[in-house]
DNA sequence: ATCTTCACG
DNA sequence: ACGTACGTGAAGATT
């Protein structure tokens, strides 16, 4: 028979640890009523990874019972030096055995006695009844109890680093027996627990000793044939205190505990108690792990649903009212993803049908076309693009509950219509992670599942038309929504349609001359090597240039060292190798995302269509994926990619405008910086302005070309959340350089500095930020412990107005742009937006509209206190249409 | 799935 | 004393 599993954790031990392991999130982590949750998600986390590995068929978890044990009576500073437990652990504590009932395992704590005890007692009894036992703990006292049947485990970092502890590890890492670690102890004292030991006697000295005497006990014994030394004195000294740490060393193994081994049976997830645990925890990710049906997560009915069908239309169309509208897709990309079902509801019925044909019906499609039938949907733009693609135009969108749990917390930003409802306790729709699976498990299941599945979707979409809204209001975002993101959503998905053409061709012959240069640049470098290797591996690479060829590794990465430009830059004057390196790096670059991924991307009718994601940055920006045309190359070579992209119709071109400083410009707005304000008004060239300012000239025409250089740096540095660490980084002076810059630049600038510092405040008093159409980003890091972490939040809070407020102003031009259009009744179209800068398509006749229509609206989009620029450029090609 | 690198504003 | 500039996405290697 195999042998029973016993596991004893040290809940005190790990729950402290859990606790700072995740200090970092601490605010991040509180349910709804407030209570920090962090010990206890990364308690449960370690539970399972126990669990997991363990497989126990006993287990108990030992507390301390408090701060009076019998060893504070032996010696009153014991663990006296303890800082004051903070109180957003302590509160922790009493959910954390909530937790443990919830997961059907027993948790014990004995007065006048510590977890180790109970742990100690519980081992020996386990170990007698020929249990295998392992002891999981933070602290390594517990390895005295090592035997070949009890393991310890130690965490090493948080709680997920563990070391494991049988005789053989501890021989190896100590070189003495586990019993031995008591004498060890008894020498060396405890800084953490507070006793002393002997003086001068630490780990080295310690371990020496009971090498050669083997105990406490002998040492003392043998002491008078010791020779005369230092040492010798602190032993015979201190021998009280050996003798009294040796025993707060000791780990009781016979405490009077009221638990037998037989009380211990692990019982399993106490699955109904535990699913109430999570939710009051507000734990969604750990709800959509367990295994569990529908039913068993929330206790409401099935929602009811019929089946549409044709003869169903009639009765449907027939009571036009509001109508929440499900379209459903099982991958991504919604231009070429096929519809696998759709769901409508109103406030009586909701109809499901997996028959993607309906779609024809032409009563069905003048009701999603009428405008005067009000729509919510989960994601408008998605569910538009693949009606569009069934002839339907979508029309009478009023609500999107994606775009308003966006504007409502741009951190969770999971784009999952069943996680969105959890968040707010609602559970009858399953996430489409879990519904569908994920990965290579991904797939749809029957067609009656799929149906109630839709059919909830419809129900958690109405829940949520109820619940948003008032939020959006109290955010005093309604302009935001109902003017800016929910209109904007349908300019993108009219710019994702129309797409953007790309020459095959061109792109066909970069492909050929590329593949050659790669070739000869691969055959040069491993002939400077001296052998072949794979130069896309940067671990591959470091091995060549830092172990080979002995040349200076100046910057390390988790894994190695780092071979990134800024480190290959400054070696390349060390061997000739490295140019080549930095050259094909820059070729393979373009070659392989540009050109190759472009030629992937490329659709049936010779175009690219984009997908904006409207719901993903937390500052508001748009994010372009599949692929993505916000970062197609244009400082270096890789900028002839562009050439590739060219309008759509004989005798058209493309044309591009874009802001000039749009966020200096909304910065001078913002603060009211008179100086700077000043600057933008006579428009001047804003960086030399800056490096006149800093540098102390007379005149701009004394500033050189380097100050430019460094005062642009600074301009963006302020923007970025200044720091002098990263401006002296990025121009390559030293940090107090850096410094005497900044100071100098809020002194001409104060009023800049002024507002910088009010957003952090306003960061720490409300907990957010906001731009100027009350778009809004929580910093709850700005009241972290950790520097790094807190000062990140500190720039975050300085940058994110800034930024998204430059979004805001972009996105209201789009809209006015797109109307525009229409009105003048051009068939100029809107393709692309670069987050300052937006390309349109347009017949050659209508450019000459165009540069004067485009900046106007742009520069109108919002009144600031200073002006907007525009330039603007065109050409037959991308490359060409830029100034 | 995560890391490293590098493209953009 | 600490060690970073803000916001993104894609490819390829590695775990």
Known sequence: MEKEKLVLVDGSSIAFRAFFAMHNV????????????????????????????????????????????????????????????????????????????????QNYELANYEADDIIGTLARQGEAAGCQVTVVTGDRDLTQLVTDQVTVVVTI??????????????????????????????????????????????????????????????????????????????????????????????????????????????????????VEFYKEMNFQSKLNKLDISQEQLTSAPPVKYHELTTEQLEDWVATPTEQTVVIEMLNDDYHTEPIIGLAVGNEKEIWVSDQVELLANPQLKACLENPKTPKIVFDYKRTYVALYRHQIQLQGVKFDALLASYLLDVNDNSNDLGELAQSYNYYQLEPDRKFYGQGAKKKVPAASELKQHLANKVAALQFLAQELPPQLQEHDQDQLFEEIELPL????????????????????????KLGVRLAELEQDIYRQAGHEFNLNSPQQLSQVLFEEMKLQPLKKTKRGYSTSVAVLEKLKNKAPIITDILNYRQVAKIQSTYVVGLLHSLAQDGKVHTRYQQTLTQTGRLSSVDPNLQNIPVRSEGREIRKSFVASEPDWQLFSSDYSQIELRILAHLSGDENMQQAFRENYDIHAHTAMRIFGLQDIKAVTPDMRRKAKATNFGIVYGISDYGLAQNIGISRTEAAEFIKSYFDQYPKVKLYLDQMVQQAREQGYVETIMHRRRYLPDIHAHNYNVRSFAERTAMNTPIQGSAADVIKIAMINMQEKLQEHQLKTRMLLQVHDELIFEAPTAEIAILEKLVPQVMDSAVQLDIPLKVESAYGLTWYDAKG
């Open 26 to 105: 601490l605010e991040k982590f509180k349910n709804p009523q407030g209570l920090h949750t962090n010990a206890i998600f990364a308690f449960d986390n370690m539970l399972d990874s126990i669990l997991k590995k363990s497989q126990p068929s006993k287990m108990l978890v030992a507390f301390d019972a408090g701060k009076v044990t019998f060893r504070t009576k032996m010696y009153r500073d014991y663990k006296g030096n303890r800082p004051h437990t903070p109180g957003e652990f302590q509160e922790q504590l009493p959910y954390i055995k909530q937790l443990l009932a919830a997961r059907g395992i």
């Open 157 to 274: 970092k948080g709680v997920s680093e563990l070391e494991y502890y049988t005789p053989e590890h501890f021989q190896e890492k100590l070189g003495i027996k586990p019993q031995q670690l008591i004498d060890l102890k008894a020498l060396m004292g405890d800084n953490s627990d507070n006793y002393p030991g002997v003086t001068k006697v630490g780990e080295k000295t310690g371990l020496k000793l009971l090498h050669q005497y083997g105990s406490l006990e002998n040492l003392y014994a043998e002491i008078d044939g010791m020779k005369t030394s230092k040492l010798k004195e602190h032993l015979l000294e201190d021998e009280d205190q050996a003798r009294l740490s040796q025993q707060l060393a000791t780990i009781q193994c016979q405490a009077p505990i009221k638990v037998e081994l037989a009380d211990l049976t692990y019982q399993g997830d106490q699955t109904e108690e535990l």
């Open 489 to 512: 959503a349908l300019v993108l998905a009219q710019m994702e349609i129309a797409g953007i053409k790309v020459e095959q061709g061109t792109l066909q012959e970069m492909q050929q």
